[in-house]
């Protein structure tokens, strides 16, 4: 028996890095996975990646269209969430000289509003004992220059675990944040204008880091699946940090 035996559990931007890793992890570990993400060709070849009868379903969580749409494929093909991982998200550099109305909106419509409605629109089929995972980052704790706008965005995600862990109390429904550091992902390394530029944002963690080098999403998914399984069936409203001490010194 896994310990997500027959749970239904639903990973948004699991096309790649931490999503996909955990999927992979929740589906070795018997869960029935449903994944989604923007992109339909990444997200087709991560489904094969997971193997475990995952299900794809394309779709942008900043589009309540496509939440609706999700939820109602979800709810014929297997009636109820067992665990929601609300992970989709992204962001970029911005200084504040430089930040504009599309930055701030991309990153807030995506990072909050749709997190924000990924949770309400599921909670119809969410089980009661349920487990609702965010993905944070230490930028809402530590200050990172030129990244303000992706920083606030996850703060905002902090605090709605700390108001919906009381909110579904009543259900029984743990809401956690799941905090990576920096984390060798395709979207980490995005962020880099160029190879030099990758290069120096690795020295810096590397020099930042108690642990000297990034996470690896196995690492930070190993993480999700304690927030998903029973093994954290007293842990609620928390931040679990996956971050090599970087947050933490």
Same mark, same amino acid.
């Given at each position: 028996m896994g310990k997500l035996e027959d749970k239904i !559990? !639903?990973? #948004?931007g699991a096309n790649s890095g931490i999503g996909l890793a955990s999927a992979k992890k929740f589906a070795a570990e018997g869960a029935r996975v449903f994944m989604t993400g923007r992109r339909v060709r990444e997200l087709e070849e991560a489904v094969k $990646? !997971?193997?475990y009868n995952a299900v794809g379903i394309p779709s942008d969580i900043s589009r309540m269209q496509d939440l609706d749409a999700l939820f109602d494929r979800i709810r014929q093909e297997a009636g109820h969430i067992d665990v929601l991982f609300a992970n989709a998200g992204g962001g970029d550099f911005a200084s504040l000289v430089d930040i504009t109305e599309e930055h701030y909106s991309r990153i807030f419509d995506t990072n909050v509003k749709g997190t924000l409605f990924t949770v309400q629109k599921a909670l119809p089929l969410l089980k009661d004992g349920a487990s609702i995972i965010l993905t944070g980052s230490t930028s809402a704790t530590t200050g990172v220059p030129d990244f303000s706008v992706y920083s606030a965005s996850k703060a905002a995600v902090r605090s709605f675990a700390r108001g919906w862990s009381l909110e579904l109390a009543p259900r029984k429904i743990r809401v956690n944040v799941l905090v990576p550091g920096a984390t060798s992902t395709p979207g980490w390394h995005g962020l880099s204008a160029? %190879? %030099?530029?990758? @290069? %120096?944002?690795i @020295? $810096? !963690? %590397?020099? #930042?880091?108690?642990?000297g080098r990034l996470a690896a999403p196995s690492e930070v998914a190993s993480a999700a699946l304690f927030l998903a399984s029973d093994d954290s069936s007293y842990v609620n409203g928390s931040e679990l940090f996956v971050d090599g001490g970087s947050a933490q010194i």
């Open positions: !559990v !639903v990973i #948004t $990646a !997971v193997g160029d %190879e %030099e530029f990758n @290069r %120096e944002m @020295r $810096a !963690v %590397e020099s #930042t880091t108690p642990l």
